[in-house]
């Protein structure tokens, strides 16, 4: 299983200079880093293989791909491609939940939920917590953290002072640095390492299997299958308009194939599984 780690923290608190770090230092790790926008990584031209369109390759074996229109529909292509990933690694955008985006490491059976790294900007972290226009906001990044980096710690006016705030916000470790120059190591495993609170992540998720034994009409079942909150999609189908022939059904975000895969046996039966959000699929299971 791939690890999916999501690093978080409100605007400016240093993700993205963590990121730069992970890539730089990858050590033999081949990790896939999904960001909203190649424009702040500051990636070291030596590292770069090739870029085209929305993705670097680096030289040491890892990947940089924008995020696009859909998180889910990059996620899922992302592990489709022929290459092996040891890590998936989210930045999540500054105003967002990075725990709701750590849920997604449920939607695919070759992803394990890694943890959820939120930074913390030592120098302006708790002034910005303190305003109430974006303090709800705050308050559940950190409360979504496995990890906590306090990033910038010499440019902190009140280094103890800041450091029991932050106890108060939340029980998940710390660590301290310049910069986000941490021990790399100590950034994951997080959920191995035993933290509570991962049974809450595959809550909002339903997987549903059907299987049947008349052929079934094309257009009904893929216009069902391309429901927007239908995450991902398998199955062997004997369609009405080819019920001598096998087809191969394979749903990964927006992206639908169909393809033929030999004579149908009369000793088969229709397959299909599927994975989505839950209202979805419960009224999928209703029908």
């Known amino acids: 299983m791939i690890p999916f780690t999501v690093i978080g923290g409100f605007l400016g608190a240093g993700k993205t200079t963590l990121l730069n770090r992970l890539l730089a230092g990858a050590a033999g790790r081949r990790f896939a880093v999904m960001v909203n926008d190649f424009g702040a990584l500051d990636i070291d031209g030596r590292l770069i293989a090739r870029h085209g369109g929305d993705t670097i390759a680096l030289s040491n074996g890892c990947l940089c791909c924008t995020i696009g229109n859909s998180l889910v529909t990059t996620l899922l292509t992302l592990l489709e491609t022929p290459d092996r990933f040891d890590h998936i690694v989210v930045e999540a955008s500054g105003v967002a939940d990075p725990g709701r985006i750590a849920d997604l490491g449920v939607i695919d059976e070759r992803l394990q939920r890694d943890g959820v790294i939120v930074v ?140 033929e895969d030999g004579p149908w046996s009369d000793t088969d039966g229709s397959r299909l599984v599927l994975l989505g959000l839950k209202p979805v699929l419960g009224s999928l299971q209703r029908e």
């Not at 900007?121 to 974006?134: K, L, N, S």
Request: with cysteine; charged share 30%.
């Open 120 to 259: 913390v900007d030592a120098a302006e972290g708790r002034e910005r917590a303190a305003d109430r226009r974006v303090a709800d906001t705050i308050a559940r990044q950190i409360a979504a953290a496995d990890l906590l980096l306090l990033n910038k710690i010499d440019l902190a006016e009140d280094l103890p002072s800041l450091r029991c705030w932050l106890s108060t916000q939340s029980a998940a470790p710390v660590l301290e640095g310049r910069h986000c120059d941490v021990p790399l190591d100590l950034l994951f495993g997080l959920e191995r390492r035993g933290r509570a609170g991962e049974a809450a992540t595959a809550d909002a998720f339903r997987s549903w299997s059907y299987e049947w034994q008349e052929p079934v009409e094309r257009a009904a079942l893929l216009k069902m299958m391309r429901d927007s909150a239908v995450l991902r999609g398998k199955g062997i189908v004997r369609f009405a308009d080819a019920p001598d022939r096998r087809s191969i059904v394979h749903l990964v975000g927006k992206r639908l194939d169909v393809a």
